[in-house]
C-alpha cells in the first residue's frame, strides 16, 4: 500500500526567506503526487499535482515542488516566503491509472517569522 | 451546491451515543471521501466511495464507523457507542473522478465526545 512521509511537523522561517517543505512516498507503483494547503480556520486546497511529464511543476501562490523518482520524494519549495503562507500543507498520493484513494501525509506547519 | 457541505459544523455529545455526519458533495462528484483530522495525525483516511463500487472501507478504526452513501450523492458516517478518542473534525472531501483530479474538501465536523 502507499504511504507518505512527512518529516517536520513544524518549520519555522523568517518572511523573505526560503523554505522547503519535505514529502517522501512509498508505493511499489506509479504514482500521483499532491500538496494540499490549509490556511488557519479554513477547507484544505490544491496548490499543486504532479501527473506526468516535466518533474517541476509549479502552484499557485509561487511554489513549486519537484518530483524525483529516484529518492521518491516531491519536496515543496518557495523561494521567498510572505506572512500570508502560515499554514498547514500537505502532501498527499494517489496511485496513477487507477480508482483508489488519495493518502495524506501528516502535514507541516509552517510558521513565518517576522 | 457550489461547494462540499457539511453539518453540522459542530457536534458535542456523551460518551456512549451515536452520531451522524453529513455531507453533500458537489454535484456530479463520483468519488467522495471521509477523513478524520487529529492533532499531530494529519489527514487519516476513513472510507471511499466511487460511483457503484463497492466502498473502500480499510481505513475505518473500529466496527462502531460505519458510512454509506445514498444516490451516489449525500454520504453519511455513523459513529457508534462514541469515546473520547473519536474527538476530531471529521472531513469530506469529492471529486469529478480519481487518479488525477482535484478533491475538493467541507469545512469539516468538529467532534467532540464529553
Known amino acids: 500500500a502507499q504511504s507518505v512521509t512527512q518529516l517536520d511537523s513544524q518549520v519555522p522561517v523568517f518572511e523573505e526567506a526560503p523554505v522547503e517543505l519535505r514529502c517522501n512516498y512509498s508505493s511499489s507503483v506509479s504514482v500521483y503526487l499532491f500538496w494540499y494547503v490549509q490556511y488557519p480556520n479554513q477547507g484544505l486546497q490544491l496548490l499543486l499535482k504532479?501527473?506526468?511529464?516535466?518533474?517541476l511543476v509549479k502552484g499557485i501562490n509561487g511554489f513549486e515542488a519537484e518530483f524525483n523518482k529516484s529518492q521518491t520524494s516531491f519536496h515543496l519549495r518557495k523561494p521567498s516566503v510572505h506572512i500570508s503562507d502560515t499554514a498547514e500543507y500537505f502532501c498527499?498520493?494517489?496511485?496513477?491509472?487507477?480508482?483508489?484513494?488519495?493518502?495524506f501525509g501528516k502535514g507541516t506547519r509552517l510558521h513565518i517569522l517576522p | 451546491g457550489a461547494g462540499v457541505s457539511q453539518s453540522p459544523s459542530n457536534k458535542v455529545t456523551e460518551k456512549g451515543k451515536d452520531v451522524e455526519l453529513r455531507c453533500d458533495p458537489i454535484s456530479g462528484h463520483t468519488a467522495l471521501y471521509w477523513y478524520r483530522q487529529s492533532l499531530g495525525q494529519g489527514l487519516e483516511f476513513l472510507i471511499y466511495?466511487?460511483?457503484?463500487?463497492?466502498?473502500?472501507k480499510s481505513g475505518l478504526p473500529s466496527d462502531r464507523f460505519s458510512a454509506e452513501r445514498t444516490g451516489g450523492s449525500v454520504s453519511t458516517l455513523t459513529i457508534q457507542r462514541t469515546q473520547q478518542e473519536d474527538s476530531a473534525v471529521y472531513l469530506c472531501?469529492?471529486?469529478?473522478?480519481?487518479?488525477?483530479?482535484?478533491?475538493?474538501f467541507g469545512q469539516g465536523t468538529r467532534l467532540t465526545v464529553v
Open positions: 498527499a498520493v494517489t496511485l496513477m491509472n487507477r480508482d483508489d484513494k488519495i493518502i
Open positions: 472531501a469529492s471529486s469529478l473522478a480519481t487518479g488525477n483530479t482535484e478533491a475538493f
Open positions: 504532479y501527473l506526468s511529464g516535466s518533474t
Open positions: 466511495f466511487q460511483g457503484n463500487s463497492a466502498p473502500d
